[in-house]
């Protein structure tokens, strides 16, 4: 599975890394990043709870 974020749309509110730190992290300036191309199976669930408490849905999981 791969994971798109949508930094335009990010507010930095930091809830999809602390659903998901091995995957997500905020930048310098305060944009969720993803830190890795191919999320693992065994962490897709919670990728995926991530993207859905996004507030401003800006996480996609493809
Ligand atoms: S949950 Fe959404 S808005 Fe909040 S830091 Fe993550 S991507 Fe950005």
């Known amino acids: 599975m791969k994971v798109v974020i949508?930094?335009?749309a990010?507010?930095?509110c930091g809830l999809c890394v602390e659903a998901c730190p091995?995957?997500?992290d905020l930048d310098?300036?305060?944009k969720?990043?993803?830190k890795m191309d191919?999320?693992?199976k065994d962490i897709e669930k919670a990728c995926r709870d991530a993207a859905s408490?996004?507030?401003?849905d800006a996480i996609k999981c493809e």
Do not use: I, K, L, W
Not at 53 to 56: N, R
């Open 32 to 34: 969720a990043v993803s």
């Open 28 to 30: 310098s300036e305060n």
């Open 6 to 8: 949508d930094r335009e």
């Open 10 to 12: 990010c507010v930095g």
């Open 22 to 24: 091995q995957v997500f």
């Open 53 to 56: 408490e996004c507030p401003v």
């Open 38 to 40: 191919t999320v693992p």
